[in-house]
């Protein structure tokens, strides 16, 4: 079945390090990406995009395969130009599927061109999250309504927190552990603090503003993890960014090589002039 052309309200640049990409807001305040730039960016042949991205979800990141076919669609650019619709939220599945391929030898060798470019997607993305790149590069973050926020909170976060699951699985831990030389046995019940505000800053931080982090910490008991507050919406963030990280630290010759790949992206901020707190544990 046709899809109607959707009107784009806001469009720009966003940067994933020297990787440039169009990214759009539809009027109903829908993140996404002309798809045929996306396409480039990632290192596809610009012929056939939605073929392309179809193969690699197949491949690479199966269960991401319904959520774009339901949501690509046809958009209207503000010159006029007509351009594919490629949703947010899946281009974290397709960078880490390239590069766990690559790592385990199972990338086909048509597509390792794709994987410098899928780590510096990780890297941006590591740090910033989709929505936060695109609203400021679009400027939508100036034209969100005043109960922006309310509507994120009740769209992420949980009225009570729900029963205690594994969420942060031993690959995790594993790739983590294996930057500090560290042993890892297959199980964690006291991760090491760093391992902790590495959780922090790389798993939570990117997909969640701060506000909801501030209102998670006033909501939760002392024996509750944060990932128990989140919806399923939330859930389905959070476990795309574990995955991203976890790619990452794999990647990562240490952690002092880990921690150069954030420096770049947190230049001068509050964590590289050392004035962030100690941070609790929180995974």
């Known amino acids: 079945m046709n899809k109607s052309i ?3 309200s806001h469009y720009g640049i966003v940067r994933f390090g ?3 990409c169009e990214a759009v807001v539809l009027l109903d305040g829908e993140r996404g990406y002309v798809q045929r730039q996306l396409a480039a960016a990632l290192g596809m042949h610009r012929n056939n995009p939605s073929n392309r991205f179809r193969q690699i979800l197949a491949e690479l990141a199966p269960n991401a395969l319904i959520e774009w076919e339901k949501k690509e669609s046809p958009i209207l650019l503000p010159g006029g130009q007509k351009a594919r619709f490629f949703p947010v939220g899946i281009v974290t599945q397709i ?7 690559a790592i385990d030898g199972t990338l086909h060798g048509a597509r390792r061109v ?3 470019r899928c780590m510096q997607i990780l890297n941006a993305l590591a740090t910033t999250g989709e929505v936060a790149l695109i609203d400021e590069a679009t400027g939508y973050q100036y034209h969100r309504a005043p109960d922006a926020l309310q509507a994120l909170i009740g769209k992420l976060l949980r009225q009570d927190a729900a029963s205690w699951e594994r969420r942060f699985q031993p690959d995790y831990y594993g790739a983590l552990f294996r930057l500090f030389g560290w042993r890892y046995q ?3 019940q006291n991760p090491p603090r760093v391992i902790g505000q590495i959780t922090l800053r790389w798993v939570y931080t990117p997909v969640l503003p701060a506000e909801l ?10 024996s509750d993890k944060h990932h128990q507050w989140l919806t399923e919406v939330g859930l389905t963030h959070l476990e795309q960014q574990i995955h991203s990280v976890t790619a990452i630290a794999r990647c990562s010759a240490n952690y002092r090589d880990f921690d150069r790949r954030c420096a770049a ?7 590289q002039l050392g004035l962030i707190p100690e941070l609790e544990e929180v995974a």
């Open 265 to 271: 992206a947190f230049e001068g901020s509050a964590l």
């Open 18 to 20: 020297d990787l440039e």
């Open 6 to 8: 959707q009107t784009v």
């Open 213 to 222: 982090i501030d209102e998670i910490r006033q909501r939760k008991e002392i």
């Open 95 to 101: 960078a880490s599927g390239v590069v766990n391929a």
């Open 186 to 188: 297959g199980h964690v």
């Open 114 to 116: 794709m994987v410098p």
